[in-house]
């Protein structure tokens, strides 16, 4: 029986300890309604301290900044951001965090297009990429054993240069910069980087926090990167670091699926998988500026389809400032002019 007692009352006092030694259950309180606000807009953050803590200082930090309790979202990212409070009590400092959804505060425009030229387009193509360069198409297929890089004249389809990728890879998107050529895989966690006169392969480079590659295009000095989500990633070309990311939102809330991205005046247009709208993005924050409805176009393709066939490839023509727009497996490259509707 004295065991038993000796057991029970240390048993007993174990847990008291370790309940005196839990750290209090501090929150992060905000006035935004379900933690989402607009862009530009002001939010109160204020601590929820049940147990009545007491408290020295609060230091509260949107993405790792420094931010005041009236903080202002004027110039901040869309998405969910990272809000943390560091929280002095005695000498010990509580961490409390929560995550703030940063919406754009307007709905993006719809734009439209008119048809400039049709061009044919090797409809065994699944295409995944496409960029001109210094005035010639350069094309990334996908699918495993079929995954090419080739380089076509737009306007007859004739395949110029064209190299086969291993079997254990499934291309995605490319992008060309300074003479080199970028192309994603799907996901093998790699990149390849080719010379863009030869073809001839320069080496790879491997992904961070991105778990697959889907798209890429660039700004004439660094990478912009999709995975299948709504995040598009920044990448260095020297270390291929992801240096920055932006998340792509509406006025509503996310616009994920982005695959396809290519460069244009400033703006990253990004096809929208299984989907024929295309989203015009501001690269500086990630809001969705406008939204292209190519569907007029799937009309004209006669193996279309939604799950399979879909919509895929944008590419940006400087010297006709136009933009040429095809698909996978299609049989036609369209060249349009875009506008607000």
Not at 164 to 190: P, S, V
Not at 259 to 286: C, F, Q, R, S
Not at 306 to 335: H, M
Request: aromatic share 10%; net charge negative; glycine share 8%.
């Amino acid at each position: 029986m004295i065991r038993i007692k000796h057991i029970i009352f240390t048993s007993l006092a174990v847990f008291l300890l370790n309940c005196g030694s839990e750290k209090p259950q501090l929150s992060i309180k905000t006035s935004a309604k379900n933690n989402t606000a607009i862009v530009g807009e002001s939010v109160k953050l204020s601590l929820n301290n049940p147990d009545g803590v007491s408290i020295n200082s609060i230091t509260y930090l949107l993405e790792g900044e420094k931010v005041s309790e009236n903080l202002s979202l004027k110039n901040v990212k869309l998405g969910k951001q990272d809000l943390v409070a560091e929280v002095i009590s005695g000498n010990d400092t509580i961490i409390a965090e929560s995550k703030l959804i940063v919406l754009n505060d307007k709905r993006p425009e719809l734009y439209t297009f008119e048809i400039i030229n049709t061009y044919p387009h090797d409809p065994t193509s699944y295409t995944q990429g496409l960029e001109f360069y210094k005035g010639e198409l350069y094309e990334s297929t996908g699918q495993f054993g079929e995954s090419k890089l080739r380089k076509v004249d737009y306007k007859t389809g004739e395949v110029l240069k064209s190299i086969d990728l291993k079997n254990g890879y499934f291309a995605e998107g490319l992008t060309i910069l300074n003479d080199k050529i970028y192309q994603l895989t799907w996901q093998a966690d790699t990149g390849i980087i080719y010379d863009a006169n030869t073809f001839e392969k320069l080496g790879i480079f491997r992904y961070n926090q991105s778990k697959e590659g889907w798209g890429l295009c660039n700004d004439g000095k660094n990478l912009y990167k999709s995975d299948g989500t709504e995040q598009v990633w920044t990448l260095n070309t020297n270390t291929f670091t992801e240096d920055d990311k932006i998340e792509v939102y509406t006025n509503k809330g996310k616009l994920g699926r982005l695959n396809e991205l290519e460069w244009v005046n400033g703006k990253i247009y990004a096809n929208i998988y299984e989907n024929t709208g295309v989203a015009i993005v501001n690269p500086e924050n990630g809001a969705t500026e406008a939204v292209i409805d190519f569907t007029p176009l799937t009309e004209q393709i006669a193996n279309y389809s939604s799950n399979d066939n879909v919509l895929n490839g944008i590419a940006y023509n400087p010297e006709t400032e136009t933009l040429f727009v095809t698909g996978k497996r299609w049989d036609k490259l369209f060249e349009v002019r875009v506008f607000k509707k």
